[in-house]
């Protein structure tokens, strides 16, 4: 009789502890791991986050309730990234979503099981990443915005805004793997309009960038190029500030380096890159493969003018060209 109740105790033990950790299993909420170059609102890095979690709010997610947010910023620390994303998977998140070089090749080296949705400015192919566009192949998908592939077409437009362009200025981090390919590109692209490239580079987070524009003009740069790095993110207002200060136009690779007082900006539809990078969240946290979820190109790409920028400098903007631009900031 005694055999028999232990023996009862027991199921109903067993019972109840496999039926806590059914319902444990079933109520787990999946954790969303950010690394990005910034957390200010105010920049395209920082707006990464703010886009792809109301897009996710749109797809049925709620903080708390059936999904849970981690955030990790470079802030122009390149060499951090390693460490933000191992701590990321120290808090064992479901998907990892990444958006500079630096941060994606850690990401790849530290793991090859935890889904990667990337948000790249590079080719990743051509820099290693994935092994095609259709068939990426491991745990990483999501999507370039192509910002280096179309660095032909900044120096094109600033020649059709600006006659008689001759020297282009190229402002970069020379400590970070995206600028140092943004800049080769830059320069074969300058050498087919056979316009002259000045290297300002810079390298560290104590930078003279006064120093820097003062060279340009000094050198007679007819425009300025910066390259878009966690570096100069952190400083575009200053940027904006000495570009209208040394009256040099200024063609950027993101429209909120226009917004902050640059001239002028050609790139891709970013917000729609970061909605699409939410779909992709979506879908491997319904059970899809990265592997299985080919990398996508953006479609649509924007040319913004700012006019008060140009009156600021003395660049009178060709009607032309004011007809090409798809947005203008007067």
């Given amino acids: 009789m005694k055999k028999t109740v232990l023996r ?24 969303i791991g950010f690394v990005t170059a910034s957390s200010s609102q105010k920049n ?6 703010d886009v792809i979690r109301r897009s996710l709010g749109e797809l049925g997610y709620v903080e708390g309730k059936n999904v849970l947010y981690e955030y990790r910023f470079i802030d122009g620390q390149q060499d951090k990234a390693a460490n933000l994303v191992a701590e990321l998977l120290d808090f064992k998140v479901d998907v990892l979503v990444v958006s500079t070089l630096t941060s994606l090749r850690a990401a790849k080296q530290a793991t090859k099981i935890v889904p990667i949705v990337m948000v790249t400015t590079n080719d990743p192919v051509a820099t290693g990443i994935v092994d095609s566009l259709a068939r990426p ?13 179309i660095s032909g077409k900044r120096p094109e437009v600033l020649g059709e805004m600006i006659p008689r362009l001759s020297r282009v200025a190229v402002l970069w981090d020379a400590k970070g ?16 309009l056979k316009v002259k490239v000045q290297s300002l580079e810079i390298r560290g987070l104590s930078i003279d960038f006064e120093r820097a524009f003062h060279i340009a003009a000094k050198e007679h740069a007819s425009a300025i190029i910066p390259i878009r790095s966690s570096v100069l993110i ?25 917004e902050a007082g640059g001239l002028s900006s050609y790139s891709a539809d970013d917000t729609g890159s970061f909605k699409r990078a939410a779909v992709y969240i979506d879908k491997i946290l319904k059970g899809a493969k990265p592997a299985d979820l080919p990398v996508e190109q953006p479609t649509k790409f924007e040319f913004v003018i700012n006019l008060k920028a140009a009156k600021q400098i003395g660049l009178a903007i060709p009607p032309n060209v004011l007809a090409q631009a798809n947005r203008v900031i007067k």
């Fill in 44 to 49: 395209v890095a920082g707006r990464i986050i």
């Fill in 177 to 192: 793997p995206g600028p140092t390919i943004a800049f080769n590109n830059y320069e074969a692209a300058a050498k087919l």
């Fill in 137 to 149: 192949g491991g745990n990483i998908t999501g999507n370039t915005r192509l910002t280096r592939d």
């Fill in 234 to 258: 952190r400083n575009m207002d200053l940027i904006a500030d000495l570009a209208i200060k040394n009256r040099l136009p200024s063609m950027n690779e993101t429209s909120d380096f226009v």
């Fill in 8 to 31: 009862l105790s027991l199921c109903a033990t067993f019972l109840v502890l496999s039926t806590a950790a059914s319902a444990q299993e079933a109520t787990k909420i999946p954790r």
